[in-house]
């Protein structure tokens, strides 16, 4: 740095010098400073550069110099050890060697005693190893004993239980079979009390049915008819027998018809009493309080309903009155035979099946 700045003083000087110089000179001049200056710049920089690098040098330098200064310290710490090591060790042969003469001693001095001692020990181990080995078999022969004991013990277990639970079994089949039969009994008695109502109803109807022909003989031709089915028995009464076309009043002949039917139904109050007004599927085109055929029907029922209790001792809850309209045929065709037989009021005779339902209820 100092030979830098020297070398750029002499050049500066020269210049001065040659100052008054002619023009050549004077740019050769400026040229050979600007190189100058150009070179003292690199110059700077790798001086810079070089100062860096000392700097870090000096810090390797420094650290090298600590791990060497530990190193030091390590090695005189482990020539201690290894000192210490070998007088340990030293110490150990020493005694080793005592030992090891000791021994030899003992060995020549008490090889004849060894001898016969180790003889007896070993008898003494064969014996031991047989009586162990005896045990053994002896433990052998008890376990398998044991093992069949208890083997057997588990057989005769086994059949204890299930001999218990085929005797619990038995038991509780014969309590259920017993159970069974009572209920088979008790089902039984109930089935004959019910087969017995059921034959004293279809006699009671039957008996019925016989009265109200033989009390309505007279009408048999004149469009009423008797049948007893699916524990019933029906009267019909065609339209023309009861009513005119499109009415509701009965005539004389229906009003005598309908009073015998009331003494025959007045003698057995335990029958229930439904009457039916049935029509044809011919639209009604009347007129006032009657507006179809359900009308026509409902009105028909309550006339004959009435007409039945009006000089008769019926009790009126034994009778049921119903429109059916024309939902309800007898004949699905649409000829005029077949809509005059649809129109008709039925009067169905039931038996009073309290008796019956109470009986079964309890069942």
Avoid at 49 to 58: C, R
Avoid at 75 to 92: A, E, P, T, W
Wanted: overall charge positive; hydrophobic content about 35%.
């Amino acid at each position: 740095m100092k030979r830098l700045d020297r070398a750029f003083f002499i050049l500066l000087m020269s210049v001065l010098v040659v100052s008054c110089v002619p023009a050549k000179k004077l740019h050769q001049t400026e040229d050979l400073l600007s190189k100058s200056n150009s070179q003292n710049d690199e110059l700077t920089k790798e001086n810079e550069k070089l100062i860096t690098e000392n700097k870090e040098s000096k810090s390797k330098i420094n650290l090298l110099e600590k791990n060497i200064d530990k190193l030091i310290t390590d090695s005189v710490r482990l020539n201690g050890d290894i000192y210490d090591l070998r007088n340990k060790n030293q110490s150990l042969e020493d005694k080793y060697n005592e030992l090891q003469l000791m021994q030899d001693a003992l060995i020549k001095g008490n090889a004849k005693e060894t001898k016969r001692i180790l003889a007896e020990l070993q008898k003494s181990q064969s014996d031991l190893q047989n009586k162990e080995d005896a045990l053994r078999e002896l433990e052998r022969k008890l376990n398998l004993w044991r093992k069949e004991l208890n083997d057997m013990q588990d057989a005769l277990n086994r059949k204890e239980q299930e001999l218990n639970g085929m005797q619990s079994a038995l038991t509780g089949k014969e309590k259920e079979l017993e159970e069974k039969n009572r209920i088979l009994t008790e089902k039984n008695a109930k089935l004959q009390e019910l087969e017995d109502i059921l034959a004293k109803k279809d006699s009671v109807l039957m008996n019925l049915k016989n009265r109200l022909l033989n009390a309505l003989v007279g009408y048999k031709d004149k469009g009423l008819s008797i049948s007893y089915k699916n524990g019933k028995v029906y009267v019909s009464m065609d339209e023309k027998l009861l009513f005119r076309s499109g009415s509701t009043t009965v005539g004389d002949k229906g009003k005598k018809a309908l009073q015998d039917l009331a003494k025959v139904l007045e003698s057995n109050p335990d029958i229930q009493i439904m009457v039916e007004g049935h029509t044809d599927d011919v639209p009604y085109l009347g007129k006032g309080k009657i507006k179809d055929n359900w009308d026509l029907s409902v009105l028909r029922a309550t006339t004959v309903t009435k007409i039945l209790l009006e000089k008769s001792k019926i009790n009126p809850a034994r009778i049921t009155s119903a429109g059916r309209s024309k939902y309800i045929p007898i004949e699905k065709g649409k000829t005029a035979k077949a809509r005059q037989k649809n129109r008709r009021t039925e009067i169905v005779l039931t038996p009073n099946l309290d008796e019956l339902f109470k009986l079964a209820e309890t069942n």
